[in-house]
């Protein structure tokens, strides 16, 4: 296992057009996570993955953006009728809950080399 | 999540020691501090954490203050590639509670230069 893979890498759509972007985490890790990261700022939070329930989301993704991670193991994240403020890159993170064990605060997170959205 | 500051920009010869501050004088006693990097068109890749005592790995040092209010990360020989942009992060372990994000601000953006 090489890390964390997204796909596609880069991604041109028209203002109104469906996108849609997967990832796939380090294969022992449980936890995923998907950040959007705009130029200049650091990345936001999304929302969040244990296995195949999403247990967190941020008030960042509004009705039109949708995440899914149906079997515990990959995850799509689709934006629906895109806009240009959509434009941004989109990373996911995986983590594994038992490295370093749970009082050490080594549950860091691998980043993929992110997803980037251009909204014409 | 305790909130940090950072310079926006530092630059650092090639070869020499790297020493990155970050202030988070907010800080609560079972939050730790976490280091990030992002080179250009990656994604943030870590760099080593701490509580209170200082830390070392392969890649950097972080000395954590005895108040732990602000804390350094040390690239003790600063090479080209080094040239990123360096979050620093506090927060409670991701599997604490229901606190399971990194909230990350906008970073001190480390030139290496010869």
């Known amino acids: 296992d090489t890390g964390v893979s997204q796909d596609p890498r880069h991604k041109i759509t028209k203002r109104g057009q469906n996108v849609t972007f997967r990832c796939d985490p380090i294969?022992?890790?449980?936890?995923l996570y998907w950040y959007r990261q705009t130029l200049g700022q650091g990345p936001e939070f999304l929302t969040y993955?244990?296995?195949?329930?999403?247990?967190?989301k941020s008030r960042l993704l509004s009705d039109r953006f949708s995440a899914e991670r149906p079997k515990g193991s990959f995850s799509t994240l689709e934006i629906q009728r895109t806009e240009q403020g959509d434009s941004a890159m989109y990373l996911c993170?995986?983590?594994?809950?038992?490295?370093?064990?749970?009082?050490?605060?080594?549950?860091?997170?691998?980043f993929g080399a992110g997803s980037r959205l251009t909204v014409l | 999540d305790a909130k940090t500051t950072q310079p926006p920009s530092m630059d650092c010869a090639e070869g020499r020691a790297a020493n990155l501050p970050c202030n988070h004088s907010?800080?609560?006693?079972?939050?730790?501090v976490y280091w990030y990097r992002q080179i250009h068109s990656q994604g943030p890749q870590y760099i080593i954490h701490?509580?209170?005592n200082n830390e070392t790995n392969e890649m950097a040092s972080l000395i954590i203050t005895e108040d732990r209010k602000s804390s350094t990360l040390i690239l003790p020989h600063a090479t080209l590639r080094d040239t990123a942009v360096y979050y620093c992060?506090?927060?409670?372990?991701?599997?604490?509670?229901?606190?399971?994000?990194?909230?990350f601000g906008t970073g001190t953006r480390l030139q290496v230069t010869l």
């Open positions: 294969s022992e890790h449980n936890r």
């Open positions: 992060i506090v927060r409670v372990p991701l599997n604490t509670g229901t606190a399971s994000k990194l909230t």
């Open positions: 993955f244990q296995n195949e329930a999403q247990l967190e």
């Open positions: 907010t800080i609560s006693g079972n939050e730790y």
């Open positions: 993170a995986s983590s594994d809950r038992a490295r370093g064990g749970s009082n050490s605060g080594a549950n860091v997170l691998t």
């Open positions: 701490g509580l209170k």
